[in-house]
């Protein structure tokens, strides 16, 4: 009994590896020189790197056509960007990830950006924030600084307890201070002293001033 043979193609005069160089780049397609002549190429899903002109880059050309795989040589410059088709997610299930950088690092994004960590930790020399709207959500805010300074047009306020603990407390207003208050009690443990062009003290029942001397007038 002869066994039905049957041959595979051989394609190995339709397919092979070439090495090419970047002339020119619009949009996604790249145009290449080879030993041949030009030629139009796309860059393979697995090749991250971004082709500039001048690259020298390996390609793989077959029937469907060029394909750049990775890039070999680049002599201006070594700067490199990472070009995703899609969305990217990096993993690193059993150990963790360093980002370092010898100079800035900057993260850019048209939609949002979420930050989960059990722990954050931030230092820097220093700090700058700018946004339109800030809010901010938690159950203690601890802080501790050498100098606070707190510039605002308007400030609004609102808490069940505030206690306040100073060695001085300097307050100025220019114009009105207005306070609305169920009950005041004032213990000054030295001298309580106060000034006024003019005073008007009013009580709508008793009203009683008690010192072992009263000076008026």
Not at 90 to 115: E, R, W
């Amino acid at each position: 009994m002869n066994p039905e043979i049957i041959p595979f193609n051989n394609r190995s005069a339709d397919s092979g590896l070439i090495r090419a160089q970047v002339t020119a780049v619009t949009g996604d397609r790249i145009v290449i020189d080879t030993d041949i002549g030009i030629a139009t190429s796309s860059t393979a899903f697995s090749c991250l790197v971004s082709p500039q002109p001048g690259d020298t880059v390996l390609v793989n050309y077959s029937g469907d056509g060029y394909y750049i795989l990775a890039i070999l040589e680049r002599p201006d410059s070594q700067d490199m960007a990472l070009d995703f088709p899609a969305d990217v997610k990096m993993k690193s299930p059993s150990g963790k990830i360093d980002l370092v950088a010898g100079k800035d690092i900057n993260l850019l994004s048209a939609c949002d950006t979420h930050m989960l960590s059990d722990n954050l930790h931030v230092n820097s020399g220093n700090l700058d924030v700018t946004t339109g709207k800030l809010t901010s959500r938690s159950r203690e805010i601890e802080a501790h600084t050498v100098s606070l300074g707190l510039f605002t047009r308007s400030l609004n306020l609102v808490a069940k307890e505030i206690t306040q603990k100073t060695d001085m407390l300097v307050r100025w207003v220019e114009n009105v201070e207005t306070l609305n208050i169920g009950n005041l009690i004032q213990n000054v443990r030295r001298n309580y002293t106060s000034h006024s062009d003019q005073a008007v003290i009013t009580a709508t029942k008793d009203m009683r001033i008690d010192g072992e001397r009263i000076h008026m007038g």
